[in-house]
């Protein structure tokens, strides 16, 4: 067993952030683009950390003799800390799931860690943790009470799946779908199908298992190309008449996913169904509110053209007696293909059933300039203008869709709606 393992099973846990340092812990100097923790090592032990991970010799030179001893010298930090996070799951050695995808991640993710809950102790990926910083500190803060994780794996390229799932070396996977997101990064659709199948790859190369809806033929095709994988199939209708409080028909997929993996581990069938009856939505994603002034669905977390086109037409499919109105914010990271899919999103939405069509950001000002002529068409550069619009002329009495990418921050305007 590594020495630095040994530092970390005596630590109250890891953090890489200086400003979160809770007494005991191990703390991981990371570098990026325009920080280096190697700086606030000092302040980190200070502030209670047990130990110091860096990887600048010259931080331990300059360090108070009774602090230097507390330090730790790696070649990289991040390495040490995938490294840390590969031994600690080895030492585990719990069944885990890992939940990749274009769309649909961290629903699916706490659907079924909620489902799995009922029967296991479980540890699941905590916000937006699935990356190759977030995955490594998922599993580190599993300990011996965890029976069950549950690990949510994001992607923007070619070669990062592969990366977390070295990392997390997962008995179980499940993709959600194959969408339209992230084509700067990994190049195109195909790059994509190839990318996010790296976790099929790991789970064929090591006989793993895969959860695949026999109803998507894109994942059916990809589970049967990596012969003799083992695949649980399942079906979309599994999630037919079964309680819960997710906007959007495109969630009953992700329902379906929860249930059928509870099924497959023994949950109690009553206690599947209470966990998703159970289960609310937070951080923007697939709500409705009731405000005094509108009823809202907001589901501004991310988007790219797969989840605003499923939003839409679930939005439109709806039934409603209340004009109906959208807030939709600029898809980001689509290199080439950005004025292509915005235009295409726009022409969806003005042949729509919509009273009033608000487009928010550049590329979506873009795209609008075809349809010029239609007077429920209103661009705005960003969010700030919105704002300033629905203070002079609000919104009222409306069925109202506010989704957009994350950084667009549309879900700053719910307030004013």
Known sequence: MSALYDIFRDSTG????????????????????SFDGNRFVVDALNKGAAYAVVDDATVIEQAPEELAERLFLVEDTLCALQDLAREHREVLGIPILAVAGSNGKTTTKELVSRVLAEKYEVYATRGNLNNHIGVPLTLLAMDHTTEFGVVEMGASACGEIALLTSIAKPNYGILTNIGRSHLEGFGGVEGIRRGKGELFDYLYSTGGRAFVPADDEVLSAMAAERKNMAVEYFAFATSNGVEHQLEGDYNLKNIAAAMSIGRYFDVDESRIRHAIATYTPTNNRSQ??????????VDCYNANPSSMRASLESFLSERSEQPRACILGDMLELGEWSAEEHSSIV??????????????????????????DDPRVSCFASREEVAQRLETEPIEGSLILVKGSHSIGLEKLIPLL
């Not at 487009?359 to 979506?364: I, Q, Y």
Request: proline share 0%; glycine share 8%.
């Open 14 to 33: 890891v953090t890489t952030d200086s400003r979160a340092i809770s007494e005991g812990a191990l703390f991981i100097a990371l570098r990026g683009a």
């Open 347 to 372: 022409e969806l939405v003005v042949a729509g059933d919509f009273d009033c069509i608000w487009l928010v950001g550049k590329h979506f000002g873009q795209a609008a300039a075809a349809v010029a």
């Open 288 to 297: 409705r509110s009731v405000t005094d002034r509108n009823t809202l669905i």
